[in-house]
């Protein structure tokens, strides 16, 4: 795709980029107006399917892959991207989620920024600066909520619509990361407390866009970090631990100043009808569509100028399994706060890390519509060869879905391989189909993609990791 000129602007302008936590892309339709200057992304893509690594490569073009940003620690150091902006321009966050406060390391390059986890300060505090900023002083303004992210919390009552009655059950609560005990009753409230949490969060998103669209100089850009998952009965549930399409599919609208060159507009929609937009890409675009040139590199691109390439969104802290021959699931929390998880969540939890001489790494590897997840687990060797390989097989019995094992000394892997067009709901793993089991997908459109994380090694690519592996599920296992 050719590179468009930039066209510069007469005065620098101003950027505002919101962040809606945990909304899926298919809770939102197009309800923003102004077709003519704010344009959706058909097919918008999560870099992580967590509010912490998602964040970190939104704000710095960088893949999860790269950063390995899934805990505080190690400093995150340096945003180029930032850096790379004009002198003179303010950076001011407003966020409403814990994982992302100051020491996160996502702050890092802004002059303010304010946590806050009350739900309507951020967007006041955004309303607030949007009227005062001045020509003389561009700004980057993020504004991050946390409204529907919270939908399983009793905070969340005050979201609901007039005239829907009080509810009758309890919020999920703690639950809400098994969905353990949970009746039909339980469900359907859910899903009612997240329809209306979305509601009211896009129509303070809307107010707040009517205070951009009046001043008219600011290139905004609304999106989410991951959504969230609403099928119990495949363990597809709440998010973080998996790499499922209702995690990493997320809404992306640009809304420009009246001022953008009508060229610019239409270049625009051609390049999001035609390409998925990645989660790195949005600043990158954004600035672009700004009139900004010189930007230092990341692994982000400008949708108008990039070309389609194979997308890894990844986890590394958490990873989702059964719930050991109990009704429900359960996720695995490597590292971390341990949040909503009960003494007994803590106490499974502490014995599985136990097992683990390394983090869990899941990724999906897409270049729609084809889809590839490889799930890898490495345990601790300390019960034998023989004891080793039964332990191996018993944890993969407990990943979700039906995932190909292949097992390569103390490594377990999980392949999965989707058609998104034909499965877009991904309830058919191919890889079961292929002659070669999982060495066919080195044959497929990702397959030259693929590669997996090995502690003291580094990429390591799947001719490699599948070298010598024993596949012990599938056709061949």
């Known amino acids: 795709m050719a590179t468009l000129p930039v066209v510069p602007m007469t005065t620098p302008p101003n950027f505002l980029l919101i962040i809606l936590d945990a909304l899926r892309g298919d809770a939102v339709g197009d309800p923003f107006g102004a077709p003519e200057r704010c344009l959706r992304a058909p097919t918008a893509v999560a870099a992580a399917p967590w509010t912490l690594p998602s964040c970190t490569s939104i704000i710095t073009g960088r893949r999860p892959v790269a950063h390995g940003h899934y805990w505080r620690e190690p400093a995150l150091g340096t945003n180029a991207l930032l850096e790379g902006l004009p002198s003179g321009y303010r950076k001011v966050g407003f966020v409403n989620n814990g994982a992302i406060g100051r020491g996160s390391g996502v702050e890092h390059g802004f002059d303010k920024w304010r946590l806050s986890l009350d739900h309507d300060e951020p967007i006041e505090r955004a309303l607030r600066l949007i009227g005062r900023v001045r020509s003389r002083r561009p700004h980057l303004i993020v504004l991050h909520s946390n409204i529907v992210h919270d939908y399983y919390l009793p905070s969340a009552d005050r979201f609901r619509r007039p005239g829907r009655p009080r509810p009758t059950v309890p919020a999920l609560g703690e639950r809400v990361v098994t969905w353990r005990d949970t009746t039909p009753a339980d469900r359907t409230a859910a899903l009612d407390a997240y329809g209306d949490c979305t509601t009211e969060l896009l129509t303070r998103v809307a107010t707040v866009l009517d205070a951009v669209r009046q001043r008219d100089d600011f290139v905004t850009v609304v999106t989410a970090d991951h959504g969230e998952g609403f099928d119990p009965d495949r363990g597809r549930i709440h998010h973080a631990g998996r790499v499922h399409q209702d995690l990493l599919d997320v809404p992306l609208f640009f809304d420009l100043p009246s001022t953008t060159p009508a060229d610019r507009v239409a270049a625009l929609a051609d390049a999001l009808a035609t390409r998925a937009v990645f989660g790195t890409d949005i600043l990158p675009t954004a600035f672009d569509l700004g009139g900004l040139g010189g930007m230092p590199p990341t692994d982000g691109v400008s949708v108008l100028s990039g070309d389609p390439r194979t997308l890894v969104s990844e986890d590394r802290r958490y990873l989702y399994v059964g719930n050991g021959g109990e009704p429900g699931r359960f996720r695995i929390n490597f590292q971390g706060r341990f949040k909503n998880m009960s003494a007994e969540d803590l106490d499974r939890n502490r014995r599985i890390a136990e097992q683990l001489a390394e983090p ?12 590839c997840i490889v799930t890898s687990v490495r345990l601790r060797s300390g019960s034998g060869a023989k004891g080793l ?30 058609d998104l067009a034909a499965d877009p709901l991904e309830t058919r793993n191919l890889v079961a189909a292929m002659a070669d089991g999982p060495r066919g997908i080195l044959g497929t459109p990702v397959g030259e993609s693929v590669s997996m994380p090995v502690a003291g090694v580094g990429e390591v690519g799947l001719v490699q990791l599948l070298e010598g592996c024993e596949i012990v599920s599938g056709p061949h296992g």
Do not use: M, N, Q, W
């Open 360 to 371: 869990p790494a899941v990724r999906s590897f897409l270049l729609h519509p084809h889809k």
């Open 389 to 418: 390989r039964d332990d191996l097989v018993a944890f993969g019995a407990d990943l979700l879905g039906a995932p190909v094992l292949a097992i390569a000394g103390d490594r377990l892997l999980g392949l999965e391989y989707y």
